[in-house]
């Protein structure tokens, strides 16, 4: 691509606005740079607030009215659902994205972000391994004649079918996308995440494949709405890789609530064909244990079928290889810890970079990276500390190592696992909720303090383990003794008070358990 002399220049240029890019953008031009940011979807925000953390949010705050609602008469209040207007559910959704998305265009317009709407891809470095700039090409985003310009909060203007921009930096944000069933894409009753928050209605039945977040989200949101909701999961547990105690503890409450969880299963095929509906193929048990590979055949039918089995990072493309932006063979971009990648002046954020994939992973990433770019020398993001989260009724969070990974690495000495038994807690009780709470904690050889014990990780299910887990996240990324952790005051009564009273009983000197 031949370089024009009259192309236009920036400090930061962005490609992608979801909670990577746009708080890349966001620091940037807070640190007085000169900021474009390239997003091919008609709104900023990227997945979090267009396809995933918020619309699914909404959603949930929908159907935990009704989980409210049909526990009020063991409470004394009579109150029953009578269906869901599905018109109003929809406004409501729509308008808070709506809310959010275009709050965030107006915040990047006040702090002087310029905004392309357009498919960008970076071009080779014209002047060899040491380049000093970066030439970015932007091409009418999919449905569009134009590339579109947005200044400050003016209406977008046409800038013609392509562009490109200099860039000092160019920082790659471009996400990640629900990932298909081997062999099956996502076609007719067989969808993904982000159809599943579109539907017109709730399905009257559903099969949903997987066991992490997003699956478990749907089978409790679907399950409370009255959907008949079948999970086959590949282990004997959701969120396998979290600590066991509280896999086992979520799965319990889902079978409670009347979720259907088929263990050890590995999905064969998903037949969508003609009529309505879709089977799903799956064997389960067998002598592998596991994953049922050697099990016996099973069909199931359903109204819809959701495949919830992890993203792929949108990193595809081939200009990214051309523009010597190396891969793993995953596909996560390999960068160092503060984002550089392998190409000069190019730095990656968010979902394309191996770890955790959440909306606050990226944000952190993104201000990480306007520092570093800016020279500011900002710590590397601690990947170690990054709270996980599910909004699952109840909820489960946690932060930080399981027992058995600290007792596995040898940088840390005299592990234990403290349990707390959640219904010794007054508003766990009255929540009508199981839950679990657990605190690993441990000596750590390359600390300052050798022999001090260390909070390490902390575990929970509960109705409000997302909120409880910032405390705990505040502990284990401070390195907090335990000690002075459990010298902490909780306000009374509150769940809050699970994490205290663990610490306490970690510490030895349980308060309200034995
Ligand atoms: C159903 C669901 C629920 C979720 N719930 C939560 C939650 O509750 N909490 C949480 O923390 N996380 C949640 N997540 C995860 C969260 O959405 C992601 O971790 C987060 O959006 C990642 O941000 P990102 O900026 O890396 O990528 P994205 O948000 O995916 O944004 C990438 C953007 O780049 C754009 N793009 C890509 N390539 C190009 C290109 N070449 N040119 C121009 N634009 C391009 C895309 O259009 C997209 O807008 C959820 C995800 C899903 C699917």
Request: charged share 20%; with cysteine.
């Amino acid at each position: 691509m031949s370089e024009s002399s009259d192309m236009e220049a920036f400090d930061n240029v962005i490609i992608g606005a979801g909670p990577g890019g746009y708080s890349t953008a966001l620091r940037a031009a807070e640190l007085g740079r000169r900021v474009a940011l390239i997003e091919r979807d008609a709104t900023m925000g990227g997945t979090c607030l267009n396809r995933g953390c918020i619309p699914s949010k909404a959603l949930i705050t929908a159907t935990h009215t009704i989980d409210t609602v049909h526990r009020a008469a063991e409470l004394g209040v009579q109150a029953h659902v009578d269906g869901i207007d599905y018109g109003t559910l929809r406004d409501y959704r729509v308008h808070i994205v709506e809310t959010m998305t275009q709050g965030l265009s107006a915040l990047l317009a006040h702090r002087g972000v310029t905004v392309f709407r357009a498919s960008g891809s970076l071009e080779p470095a014209s002047d060899g391994a040491g380049a000093t700039t970066r030439t970015v090409r932007l091409v009418a985003a999919p449905g569009q004649t134009d590339v579109l310009r947005s200044d400050e909060a003016d209406e977008p203007k046409p800038q013609g079918a392509s562009l490109e921009l200099h860039a000092t930096d160019v920082v790659l944000a471009l996400g990640a996308s629900p990932r298909p069933l081997p062999g099956n894409p996502f076609a007719g009753a067989l969808i993904d995440s982000t159809k599943a928050l579109e539907l017109d209605e709730f399905p009257a039945s559903a099969v949903i494949i997987g066991a992490g977040a997003v699956a478990v989200e749907f089978a409790s949101m679907w399950n409370a709405a009255g959907v008949d909701v079948t999970m086959l999961i590949r282990r004997d547990r959701v969120l396998s890789h979290w600590d066991r105690r509280t896999g086992v503890t979520l799965t319990r409450e889902l079978v409670r609530q009347g979720v259907k969880v088929v263990r050890n299963t590995a999905v064969r095929h998903v037949d969508t064909g003609a009529n309505l509906g879709a089977t799903v193929h799956y064997m389960q048990g067998g002598p592998s244990g596991a994953n049922g590979a050697n099990g016996t055949e099973h069909t199931v039918e359903a109204e819809m079928v959701l495949a919830a089995i992890g993203r792929d990072p949108n990193t595809d493309a081939d200009w990214l290889e051309a523009a010597g932006v190396r891969r793993d063979a995953d596909g996560y971009v390999t960068c160092d810890p503060l984002g550089r990648t392998s190409a000069e002046h190019v730095w990656a954020v968010g979902d394309i970079v191996a770890g955790h994939a959440l909306a606050h992973r990226a944000f952190e990433h993104g201000i990480t990276v306007a520092e570093a770019i800016a020279g500011l020398n900002p710590k590397p993001v601690d990947e170690a500390s990054v709270p996980q989260v599910v909004f699952s009724h109840p909820e489960a969070a946690c932060v930080g190592l399981t027992g058995r990974e600290a007792i596995d690495d040898p940088r840390f000495n005299n592990v234990k696992e403290t349990i707390y038994p959640m219904m010794g807690n007054s508003r766990m009780l009255m929540s009508g909720v199981g839950g679990s709470m657990t605190v690993v904690s441990g000596e750590r050889a390359d600390s300052d303090h050798p022999d001090t014990p260390e909070v390490l990780g902390v575990h929970i299910v509960s109705p409000v383990a997302s909120d409880v887990i910032a405390e705990a996240e505040q502990l284990v990324g401070n390195h907090v003794a335990l000690s002075d952790a459990a010298r902490l005051i909780h306000p009374h009564p509150t769940f809050g008070e699970t994490l205290g009273e663990a610490l306490l009983k970690a510490d030895g000197r349980p308060l309200h358990t034995r």
